[in-house]
Each structure stands twice: as C-alpha cells, then as structure tokens.
C-alpha cells in the first residue's frame, strides 16, 4: 500500500488549497479514505473520510462548509479542497485508508492501517 500527498503549502487566512492524496496497492474502490491532520503539541484528529464504493462523505464539525472531500476512482485519487481556510487550520495533513470496516461515522485514527508521508498546510494569519 502506497499513499502519497501533495498539494501543501502557505497560505492567506481565507484563501484556499487542494490536497491530493494518490493511492496504490490496494483495491481503491472498497475502502475508506480520510484526511487527519496534526498540529504542533497535539494529537491527530480526523478531518475528513470518503467511503470509495458509495460516495458517502464525512467532516468535522469545525471543517463543514469550507472543506469538500472527492475521490476519482479511476485515478487513484482523493482530494481535499479546502477554502476560507484559518490559522487554526495549520497542521501536517495525512491520508489514510482502511479497507477493513464500514464506516458511518468520521473515524478515529486508529482504524486505519496505512499512512501517507504528510503534506505541511500553513495558514497564515
């Protein structure tokens, strides 16, 4: 398994980013891929997760309405658009996948199995 982000970088309070989150060596189409981050002192939490083979989409509270999770199944590829963005949300973000449970809720970090390298998102205030 194999995941790989890009699309990081600095960034003005209220402009926007996408993240890419580009998979190999799995079955892309039956899984679970989320977006965590981690800040600086804190812990990893979940920001976003798509469920591949339905679509279904899943946020934080402090992200809706700013941040849209997709997936091209026939690239490989998720992606995190993140708009309106805020010094808050500086962290390294990762994606995961897990191909193992349903999901019907935002997952904890724990359930997940393979980790990307992490991309840097620096807000700037």
């Known amino acids: 398994v194999q995941l790989v982000e890009s699309g990081g970088g600095l960034v003005q309070a209220g402009g926007s980013l996408r993240l890419s989150c580009a998979a190999s060596?799995?079955?892309?189409?039956?899984?679970?891929i989320a977006w965590f981050r981690q800040a600086p002192g804190k812990g990893r939490e979940a920001v976003s997760a798509?469920?591949?083979?339905?679509?279904?989409?899943f946020y934080r509270d402090s992200v809706k309405g700013r941040f849209s999770i997709s997936s091209d199944n026939a690239k490989n590829m998720v992606y995190l658009q993140m708009n309106s963005l805020k010094p808050e949300d500086t962290a390294v973000y990762y994606c995961a996948v897990d191909t193992v449970h349903g999901i019907n809720f935002l997952p904890p970090p724990h359930l997940f199995h393979s980790w990307g390298q992490g991309a840097q998102v620096t807000v700037s205030s």
């Open positions: 060596g799995f079955n892309f189409d039956d899984s679970n």
């Open positions: 798509i469920s591949t083979s339905d679509g279904r989409t």
